[in-house]
C-alpha cells in the first residue's frame, strides 16, 4: 500500500530555517513527480511546490518561490522541502502527495507534519 | 493566477438528499478534479478529470463541468460523506483550490 511520511516539522522562530522530509514507500518512487501541500490550522489548501521525477524540474507557488526549496533523493525515495526566511504565515500543516496523471492531480497524501513559525 | 470560487461555502442537508456543490473558475481549465476531507485527515481524490471517478470512490460521486463552471453531485447523501470538499485545477505548471464547501449533516 502507497504509503508517505512526512516528518520534520516544529516550532520554529521567524527568520529561521526548517526541512521537512517525506519517506515514500510501496511504490516506484523515481517514477512520479512529487508536491507538497500545505494547509493553515482551520484553512484550506494551497499547493507549495513540485519536483519532477528526474530532479530536473521544479515549480513554486508565488508565496514561497526564492525561500523553499524542493528537491529528492531518489536512492533513499525521500522527498525534501528547505524552508527559509520562515514568516508566521507559513504555519501550517504540510502534506506531500504523489503527482499523478497528465492532469497532474494528487493521488495519494501523507498526513502531515505541523510547521508552526512563532517567536 | 486561476482563481476557484465554490458555493455554497456551507451546507447541511439530511441523509438521502441530493446534494450539488459548484466550484467557478476565474478562466477556463484545462484538468480539474474534486477532493474530500474529513476532520484529522488528509485531502482524498474523488473526481479526476472533472468527471471520472477516482478509484474507490463510490459511484453515489459524480463529477460534471468544463471549461470554467464545474459541480460535484452527491446523488444520495450518507452519513459519512460529512467533510469539506475541495476543487483543484492545474494550468501550466500552477495549482490551486478553491476556498472549500463544508457539507454538514442535519
Known amino acids: 500500500q502507497v504509503q508517505l511520511v512526512e516528518s520534520g516539522g516544529g516550532v520554529v522562530q521567524p527568520g529561521r530555517s526548517l526541512r521537512l522530509s517525506c519517506a515514500a514507500s510501496a511504490f516506484t518512487f523515481i517514477g512520479y513527480s512529487m508536491h507538497w501541500v500545505r494547509q493553515a490550522p482551520g484553512k484550506g489548501l494551497e499547493w507549495v511546490a513540485i519536483?519532477?521525477?528526474?530532479?530536473?524540474?521544479?515549480y513554486y507557488a508565488d508565496s514561497v518561490k526564492g525561500r523553499f526549496t524542493i528537491s529528492r533523493d531518489n536512492s533513499r525515495n525521500t522527498l525534501y522541502l528547505q524552508m527559509n526566511s520562515l514568516r508566521a504565515e507559513d504555519t501550517a500543516l504540510y502534506y506531500c502527495?504523489?503527482?499523478?496523471?497528465?492532469?497532474?492531480?494528487?493521488?495519494?497524501w501523507g498526513q502531515g507534519t505541523l510547521v508552526t513559525v512563532s517567536s | 493566477e486561476i482563481v476557484l470560487t465554490q458555493s455554497p461555502a456551507t451546507l447541511s442537508l439530511s441523509p438521502g438528499e441530493r446534494v450539488t456543490l459548484s466550484c467557478r473558475a476565474s478562466?477556463?481549465?484545462?484538468?480539474f478534479a474534486w477532493y474530500q476531507q474529513k476532520p484529522g485527515q488528509a485531502p482524498r481524490l474523488l473526481i479526476y478529470d472533472a468527471s471520472n471517478r477516482a478509484t474507490g470512490i463510490p459511484a453515489r460521486f459524480s463529477g460534471s463541468g468544463s471549461g470554467t463552471d464545474f459541480t460535484l453531485t452527491i446523488s444520495s447523501l450518507e452519513p459519512e460523506d460529512s467533510a469539506v470538499y475541495y476543487c483543484?485545477?492545474?494550468?501550466?505548471?500552477?495549482?490551486?483550490f478553491g476556498q472549500g464547501t463544508k457539507v454538514e449533516i442535519k
Open positions: 478562466q477556463s481549465v484545462s484538468y
Open positions: 519536483i519532477s521525477y528526474d530532479e530536473v524540474t521544479t
Open positions: 502527495a504523489r503527482d499523478w496523471s497528465s492532469g497532474g492531480y494528487f493521488d495519494y
Open positions: 483543484q485545477q492545474r494550468t501550466k505548471w500552477l495549482w490551486t
